[in-house]
C-alpha cells in the first residue's frame, strides 16, 4: 500500500476508510502529511491569538460543557473595552490574527459585533469570528466591518448524529452558514469532532470529501473530550491518534490550507500540538483570554494552560516551535486557496 499511495495527494473514499482502519502505516501517513505541508506552506507557523469572550450559549450540544443546560457552568461576558485591552496586548506582542471566540451569545448583537470588529481592526491584525450560526445579513455586517474570516465547524458529516448530537439545531443550517460565509468571500473555517458516540469511520472520511468539496481554506480537527456535566459524561473520550489521522489525511487532500494543532491534541497528549504540527498542521491558537475568565470557558475538561497567562502561552509555545525547527510566522497567513 506505502508504494502504491507514495505519489498520489487524492484518495478515493474507500482509500481514506482504508488508512483511518488500518494503524499500521500511521508513521507513514504522518510523514507524507509533513512532507505536503512543508511543500505547500511552508515551515512557518502562524499563530492565532484566541480570545473566549463570552461562555454563555443558547445552544444545548450534548458534548459541550457551555451548553444551557449546564447549569454549573460559571457565565460571563466579556464586554468590547476589555476585548479590546486584550486585543492590543496581543497586537502588542506580535500576534496578526486575532479569532474572538464564544458561545451563542444573543448579547452581542449585529450592531455590538460591528462596533467590536471595527475597534479590533484599528490594530494591525487580520480578524477571523467563531460566533456560531447568524444570518446571512449578519455574515455580511461583520464582513463589511472588517472581519476577514469566520470559523463554524460542521462538528459531523452524518447528519443523523448531527441531529443527536445538536438538539434543536438543524444541519442544514449549518450547511447555509458556511456556504453563506463562501458566497460573502470570507476565509471559511471549519472542522470535525472525532470520536463522538455512535461516529462511524466512513464519516470521518465523509468529512474529510465535504472539506474539499467546500474548499475550506482552514479546517480544525480535534478530539471529542466528555465533559462531566454533560449527557455524555461516560462516553469515551476520542482518540488522539485517530484525530491526528484524519488531519493528516486533511492535509494531504487539501494540501494549501490552514491546519491548526488544536488545544484538545493537546489535553489529550502532553506533546500533542507539536505533533500535530509535525503531522500536517501548520497554525497554533494560543489562548490570550485573562487569566480570570479561562478556566470557566470550559468546552470539556481539562483544558490545557488554564493557570497561565497570554505572555506564558506566547514565549511557551514559541519555544516549542523553534525547537523542532519551525519558525513563527510574521505575516497575518491568509490562506493560499484563495491567491
Ligand atoms: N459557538 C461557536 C464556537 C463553539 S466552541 C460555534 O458554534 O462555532 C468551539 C469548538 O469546540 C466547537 O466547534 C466544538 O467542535 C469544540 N468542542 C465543544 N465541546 C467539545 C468537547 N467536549 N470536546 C472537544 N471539543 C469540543
Not at 88 to 96: L, P, R, T, V
Request: glycine share 6%; proline share 4%.
Amino acid at each position: 500500500m506505502i508504494e502504491f499511495y507514495r505519489e498520489k495527494s487524492v484518495f478515493t473514499r474507500e482509500e481514506i476508510i482504508e488508512i483511518l482502519k488500518d494503524d499500521t502505516k500511521n508513521q507513514w501517513l504522518f510523514s507524507l502529511a509533513d512532507k505536503v505541508r512543508q511543500e505547500n506552506v511552508g515551515d512557518s507557523v502562524h499563530l492565532r491569538g484566541l480570545v473566549e469572550f463570552s461562555n454563555i450559549c443558547k445552544c444545548d450540544c450534548k458534548y459541550c460543557g457551555l451548553r444551557k443546560s449546564n447549569s454549573n457552568a460559571d457565565r460571563y461576558r466579556i464586554l468590547k473595552d476589555e476585548i479590546i485591552e486584550i486585543v492590543k496586548h496581543a497586537s502588542d506582542m506580535g500576534y496578526k490574527t486575532i479569532v474572538l471566540q464564544s458561545g451563542e451569545d444573543g448579547y452581542y448583537t449585529t450592531d455590538k459585533m460591528v462596533e467590536i470588529i471595527k475597534a479590533v481592526k484599528e490594530f494591525d491584525v487580520a480578524l477571523t469570528l467563531s460566533i456560531g450560526e447568524r444570518s446571512y445579513e449578519d455574515y455580511k455586517a461583520f464582513k463589511d466591518a472588517g472581519a476577514d474570516r469566520y470559523l463554524i465547524r460542521i462538528e459531523t458529516t452524518d447528519s443523523e448524529l448531527y441531529k443527536q448530537m445538536h438538539p434543536n439545531m438543524d444541519y442544514d443550517n449549518r450547511i447555509r452558514c458556511l456556504k453563506n460565509l463562501r458566497k460573502l468571500g470570507s476565509e471559511v473555517g471549519t472542522g470535525c469532532l472525532v470520536g463522538l458516540p455512535n461516529q462511524g469511520i466512513e464519516s470521518l472520511a465523509d468529512d474529510i470529501l465535504f472539506f474539499k468539496e467546500i474548499e475550506a481554506d482552514m479546517v480544525g480537527i480535534g478530539p471529542f473530550i466528555a465533559h462531566p456535566q454533560t449527557p455524555l459524561k461516560d462516553r469515551p473520550n476520542g482518540s488522539f491518534t485517530l484525530a491526528l489521522k484524519v488531519m493528516a489525511l486533511t492535509r494531504i487532500m487539501l494540501p494549501d490550507i490552514n491546519i491548526p494543532a488544536t488545544t484538545a491534541m493537546e489535553t489529550l497528549n502532553p506533546n500533542g500540538r507539536i505533533i500535530a504540527l509535525q503531522s500536517g498542521a501548520n497554525v497554533v491558537m494560543p489562548n490570550i483570554t485573562s487569566q480570570k475568565y479561562r478556566a470557566k470557558y470550559e468546552i470539556y475538561p481539562n483544558k490545557i494552560c488554564i493557570n497561565d497567562s497570554p505572555d506564558k502561552c506566547r514565549n511557551c509555545i514559541g519555544t516549542k516551535i523553534e525547537s523542532i525547527g519551525r519558525t513563527v510566522a510574521t505575516n497575518y497567513g491568509f490562506s493560499h486557496n484563495r491567491g
